[in-house]
């Protein structure tokens, strides 16, 4: 009979979450994993598999994590403008405000993993589809608020902000100066004026 676990899965593998949005994939070690995450390595793998089935699993309960910010973003009840202004600023002081500048674990990995590992650019494939539906949405709303250009496509917009707000993400972990990003944030709502 197996014996039952004391321990609370949703917190350990949100310890593996901040271990392995610290340092990857590839720089996380077994030990760093067991020593964080407060268990025994059979505990581990028993639980969430091997390191490469706990990864896929601290991604996704990330994502889910972020979803959050997406019922913020469709809440917010502001101009276009507004909200994407908010979304992008987000984005820097989310980025530069953490000391360790871990960045977007999303971000993270599509950089680390998503060229060879078809799984994991699959989950990174899903998650930007969500947001640019998210995005879509915002703009096709302005559209009929008259708030932006009929001209516009919104599914190209949604792109497009969607990489403006990753490429952020990744640009703020090597430099935490948030006055040189405003001028990013500035040209980027220029599209929307």
């Not at 002081?93 to 680390?112: F, H, L, W, Y």
């Not at 879509?136 to 709303?141: D, N, T």
Request: aromatic share 8%; proline share 3%.
């Amino acid at each position: 009979m197996a014996r039952p676990r004391n321990f609370d899965e949703d917190q350990v593998l949100d310890r593996a979450i901040e271990v392995f949005w610290e340092k990857g994939y590839h720089a996380t070690s077994y030990e760093e994993l067991v020593n964080r995450m407060g268990i025994n390595r059979a505990s581990m793998y028993n639980t969430f598999g091997d390191k490469h089935q706990l990864y896929t699993q601290a991604l996704q309960r990330y994502r889910e994590k972020s979803r959050t910010q997406f019922d913020r973003w469709q809440a917010s009840n502001q101009r276009i403008q507004e909200t994407i202004r908010m979304i992008l600023n987000e984005a820097v002081q989310e980025s530069i405000s953490d000391p360790q500048r871990k960045g977007c674990m999303v971000v993270n990995t599509a950089t680390e993993l998503g060229p060879s590992d078809p799984e994991i650019a699959e989950i990174i494939r899903q998650n930007q589809q969500q947001v640019e539906s998210v995005l879509k949405e915002l703009f096709i709303q302005a559209q009929q608020r008259g708030e932006i250009s009929a001209d516009l496509q919104p599914e190209a917009l949604a792109r497009f902000y969607y990489n403006t707000f990753s490429g952020l993400r990744v640009m703020a972990r090597a430099n935490p100066d948030a006055t040189s990003y405003r001028d990013v944030v500035d040209i980027a709502l220029k599209v929307i004026s």
